[in-house]
């Protein structure tokens, strides 16, 4: 007791530090980010101010405006931006080229969510409850999801809570923070950002309430608790060394002769809790309800976003953080990439339900990012990156699609309503077919090219035995894939079977620029490949 | 771009099918129509692939024909195909057999709500691709053809086959996908091998080979497994054949005459221009694996086609027995047995494409695959009896026929260094005579009977006289069938009598792929 006042008062005594002169912050880098953490705020004065019926409109227009407005930023950035990357506001955001190729990717797919989150043709009114506060069960909750596809120019009349755009935004600018986060605690900061938003937004599909509501709330139980993970973790490495700044960690960890407990205890609950957020198995229980129980454009926003910002992060820890103590965390991260690999194809093939079932294969394919993640050279990088692009955009049109299919309760996720679909909505098929051809890595699809690349660095950094497995894994997963194909094409369409809609212009947008570029990627990747591999994280 | 003379000719070889698949799609609304488009396109082709063989000069260079486009720079991948011998005798039959296929298939009754217009384009896409998976020199070009290879049969099997099509599609996919991979694993590593060799990575087949080839037996081994398994699965060897009787089986008649006669040889053809030039080393190790697998085939495949009650599951175990001959011919590793085992390739497609035509067309006049339905048919429809025997008699390689040249071929070369599999492969020659025999006689001989064709001329269990049996719904061959059988009848005969032609061509490219293994025995 005696000696800590001491010591305290010791403190006291010295000198004040010397007023450390900040460098001025580097606006133009953080643009992108800035633009769409403001709207966000502005889009949360809009709710506060704008009559209800004016809201939608308004909501729609300035998301949109800010995606278009922070992809513009971003790209006026890029004309002189420096190879190496930078670091600014205090060396807690660096804007590298992976940090740029993430933005990049994240708002696009943001876009695509965003279109399909505003739209009000498929599900009349969209997709998201009048009002969260209705109780499911209630006459209010019967009267907000009026009929099975009443007239498309009633639309408009049904409501919709217009807070889901500002909080996609708050969710998205955590993302892009997320992955361009030079230290942990910016990191942790970022994390919570995009989590709790889309908590909520998980639990306010229009039909469905209680199965929506119970994914919301095991969502966020089990996202608390990776939170609480990542900064126990980040607690321990902090005491490890003296610094929450990834290159300190990497550096300390170089030489050091300091308790090794520390800094693997760290690193292991560090690394579950964005694992957990990246849906890897066996940190996977959540994904097959959330993905369920949201509403479908959320689904998509959650499955192609949340899953590239993890990964982002994911690669900044490994590369940047933890590169030098490699040898030790390798071992372990080889087995959960297999281990999620299994889960998501054993079990994907046991599914009767459509979401359930994409939810299962994007735990095989969060195993096969986390090959290209562990596989630490600059061709691992690029690979990992190049991937998300091919996933996020071929899952968001996957998704879009599986709105389209519906019956009188709403989206018909059973597998046994698609039987036939071929005969009913031909396009919609063949494009259903092609993005499952896509996830299974057929080529002439980018899913192919993801694959190609993944494994193509994997096999030269040595790791053989990994890539066998995730072949094989990808041959169990396109069983499933295969089933669906051969349910819509080869199988009778049931009498009382369900409807296609016609998509209004937003899904439609969606869904069409996920399979172009799906498509595109898949035939000239070499651009973006490109991009992928124009330079690696700033260290610094 | 580069290319070579006469690349022109393989660019309208692979563009003309692909153009008339798209063209056909839209004349989907017109039956009609879009059987003569398609076999218009069939036709044009095979004209092409005609001026194609012609202007190959068995005297040149190996890779003829060539042109190349970038496709992705990173990884040195080019849009890069030309031919040699041996891949020009599978585009020259695979041209032969469309518009024949067409043919067969004019009046068929296809399942409800699907079109002649997309069954056709489906036809006509799988033999775009089919035709560049034998073209392409890039590795990676090759992986990817292979693969999409799998995406038209799978629909032609899926939606116009059979009773179990479904399971039948899936399996067939399944099991050449995860080969497929398999083989992406040994491409992938052949290709690091080149980029820590060379410095930059590249998919050249002619490079490929020159790294691969030079690398430590232990590394071609890896590479050769790879590489092996996607071919095995698809040539198919026991014991990886699984899939081929189902898929046969269910596919419609047309179908199964590309699947049998042309997609299984993209597996043998794997094995010459991909396993043997690229891991000499291993593949002279292995061989025995591979001789193994492929008398296990004959003797095998003989066997249960001898015991098949189905006749289009008889051919399937019946293209087993070929496969298992034409595996021996090539790893046998004499010049003679591997161009007995090439010429086989064309052979066994000409001869077994006749023969599952044949059948086709008794299964359209009885209503039933089941040989146990049918008896006496000769005396119904001579003709049909007649093309039948000569079919069959091809099939199982009785002299005077094309197949025979090529299996006394890979047996005479064959017996010098693998003599005990040769003298088991024999065996495989004495229950061919037996299961195809045996098949023409239970069909075509004998009392008239059997429910399929009682239950057109009259009550179960009587036997009917023949001139009712025609009268009434059994008719004989009609024009157009004779049209489509004369070409490959002319086939069998000619080639039977006067092989020199094609051996002239194949064996230059066959001579090539054994100088590279280092197995030399001096020509013939």
């Known amino acids: ?540 | 771009m580069t290319s070579s003379s006469g690349a022109a000719l393989l660019v309208a070889l692979l563009l003309i099918p692909l153009v008339g698949a798209i063209a056909v799609v839209f004349l989907r609304k017109n039956d009609t129509l879009a059987k003569q488009a398609a076999l218009a396109f069939s036709l044009v082709e095979f004209g092409v692939a005609v001026a194609s063989w012609i202007a190959y000069d068995p005297a040149g260079a190996r890779l003829q024909q060539h042109f190349s486009l970038d496709w992705i720079p990173a990884f040195g991948v080019h849009l890069s195909f030309g031919v040699d011998g041996i891949a020009l005798v599978m585009v020259a039959v695979i041209a032969l057999l469309v518009p024949l296929v067409i043919g067969a298939g004019w009046t068929e009754k296809l399942p409800a709500e699907r079109t002649a217009g997309g069954f056709l384009s489906l036809i006509l896409l799988q033999q775009a691709i089919t035709i560049a998976v034998f073209a392409a020199t890039d590795v990676f070009v090759f992986y990817v053809l292979f693969e999409i290879m799998l995406i038209p049969m799978y629909f032609l099997i899926g939606s116009y086959g059979g009773a179990r099509r479904q399971y039948a599609a899936v399996k067939f996919f399944l099991y050449s996908f995860l080969g497929g991979l398999i083989m992406l694993a040994s491409a992938i590593g052949a290709y690091s091998m080149a980029s820590d060799e060379l410095g930059e990575g590249t998919f050249d087949w002619a490079t490929l080979v020159r790294v691969v080839s030079d690398a430590p037996l232990s590394n071609q081994i890896w590479i050769f497994l790879g590489f092996f398994l996607a071919f095995a699965v698809k040539a198919p060897l026991v014991p990886l054949h699984t899939w081929l009787p189902d898929a046969a089986a269910e596919a419609p008649i047309g179908v199964a005459v590309l699947l049998v006669g042309i997609l299984d040889k993209v597996g043998t053809f794997g094995f010459l221009r991909y396993l043997l030039p690229m891991t000499p080393d291993a593949s002279t190790t292995l061989a025995p694996l591979v001789l193994v697998m492929g008398v296990a085939g004959v003797l095998y495949g003989a066997l249960l086609a001898t015991g098949q009650r189905d006749m289009k599951r008889f051919i399937a175990y019946v293209s087993i027995a070929h496969f298992g001959f034409i595996a021996l011919g090539i790893f046998a590793f004499t010049t003679q047995s591997e161009v007995g085992a090439v010429s086989y390739m064309l052979n066994h497609s000409i001869s077994t494409g006749m023969l599952i035509l044949v059948i086709g067309m008794v299964i359209a006049r009885g209503g039933s695959t089941l040989i146990a339905d049918y008896g006496g048919l000769a005396k119904i429809t001579p003709a049909l009896a007649g093309v039948f025997l000569v079919a069959g008699l091809a099939s199982l390689s009785l002299p005077g026929t094309n197949s025979f040249i090529s299996e006394f071929l890979v047996l005479v070369g064959a017996y010098g260094p693998e003599p005990v599999y040769t003298i088991l492969a024999t065996v495989g020659m004495i229950l061919a005579a037996l299961y195809v025999l045996w098949l023409y006689q239970r069909v075509f001989h004998g009392p008239v009977r059997g429910s399929a064709l009682v239950n057109v001329t009259g009550g179960p269990g009587t036997a009917v006289a023949p001139e009712v049996g025609a009268r009434r719904a059994i008719l004989d061959l009609s024009g157009r069938e004779k049209l489509v059988l004369a070409p490959l009848l002319v086939l069998v005969v000619g080639i039977g009598f006067y092989p020199a032609p094609v051996l002239d061509v194949i064996t230059p490219s066959v001579e090539a792929t054994l100088d590279a293994v280092g197995v030399s025995d001096g020509g013939n």
Request: charged fraction near 10%; include cysteine; aromatic fraction near 10%.
């Open chain 1, 1 to 540: 007791m005696e000696a800590t006042e001491l010591s305290a008062l010791v403190f006291l005594a010295q000198d004040p530090p010397g007023k450390e002169t900040l460098a001025p912050i580097n606006y133009p880098a953080i643009l992108p980010m800035l633009i769409i953490l403001g709207a966000a705020c502005v889009g949360v004065l809009l709710e506060a101010f704008l009559p209800r019926h004016q809201r939608w409109s308004a909501q729609v227009f300035l998301t949109l405006l800010a995606l278009v407005g922070a992809g513009l930023a971003m790209a006026v950035y890029m004309t002189d931006a420096p190879v190496g990357g930078e670091l600014t506001l205090s060396s807690s955001i660096a804007v590298d080229r992976p940090a740029l190729f993430l933005w990049g990717t994240l708002l696009a797919l943001g876009l695509g969510s965003v279109l399909m989150i505003a739209d009000r043709s498929v599900e009349p009114g969209g997709a998201f409850v009048a009002q969260a506060a209705i109780r499911p069960g209630t006459v209010q909750d019967r009267e907000q999801r009026l009929g099975a596809q009443p007239h498309r120019r009633d639309a408009a009349k049904y409501q919709m809570q217009t807070e889901v755009f500002p909080l996609t935004l708050f969710a998205l600018g955590g993302m892009m923070v997320f992955c361009a986060a030079n230290d942990l605690l910016t990191m942790f900061v970022a994390l919570e950002v995009l989590s709790l938003p889309l908590y909520l937004m998980c639990g306010l599909a229009r039909r469905r309430r209680l199965l929506s509501q119970e994914s919301a709330v095991k969502y966020f139980l089990l996202g608390a608790f990776s939170s609480a993970f990542f900064l126990y973790g980040l607690a321990l490495l902090y005491g490890y060394s003296g610094s929450v700044r990834l290159a300190d960690i990497a550096d300390a960890a170089a030489g050091s002769d300091r308790s090794d407990t520390l800094l693997f205890g760290g690193m292991a609950l560090l690394i579950v809790g964005l694992l957990f957020k990246g849906s890897v198995g066996p940190f996977h229980t959540w994904t097959p309800d959330v993905y369920q129980g949201s509403p479908t454009p959320i689904t998509a926003f959650m499955a192609a976003c949340t899953k590239v910002a993890a990964f982002g992060a994911i690669l900044r820890v490994l590369t940047v953080g933890l590169e030098s103590t490699q040898w030790e965390w390798r071992g372990v991260l080889w087995g959960v990439a297999i281990v999620s690999m299994v889960i998501g194809a054993v079990l994907g093939l046991t599914q009767t339900d459509i979401k359930r079932m994409i939810a299962y294969s994007s735990i095989a394919h969060a195993g096969f990012l986390l090959i290209g993640a562990i596989v630490l050279s600059p061709e691992g990088v690029s690979s990992t990156l190049f991937y998300l692009l091919t996933y996020g955009f071929t899952t968001l049109a996957a998704f879009g699609v599986i709105s389209l299919v519906r019956d009188a309760d709403g989206e018909a996720t059973h597998l046994s309503q698609w039987a036939g679909l071929a005969k009913r909505a031909p396009l919609v098929a063949a494009v259903f077919a092609f993005l499952l051809f896509a996830m299974a890595g057929i080529p002439l699809t980018s899913g192919f090219i993801g694959k190609f690349v993944v494994f193509s660095a994997a096999l030269s950094d040595g790791m053989a035995p990994l890539v066998v497995v995730a072949l094989v894994a990808s041959a169990v997963t396109a069983f499933f894939y295969l089933r669906v194909i051969v349910l819509m094409y080869f199988s009778e369409p049931a009498p009382d079977g369900p409807s296609v809609v016609v998509p209004g212009a937003f899904t439609t947008a969606a869904i069409t620029l996920g399979v172009v570029v799906t498509l595109l990627l898949g035939l000239v990747p070499a651009f973006a490949l490109d991009w992928a591999n124009a330079g690696t994280f700033a260290l610094r």
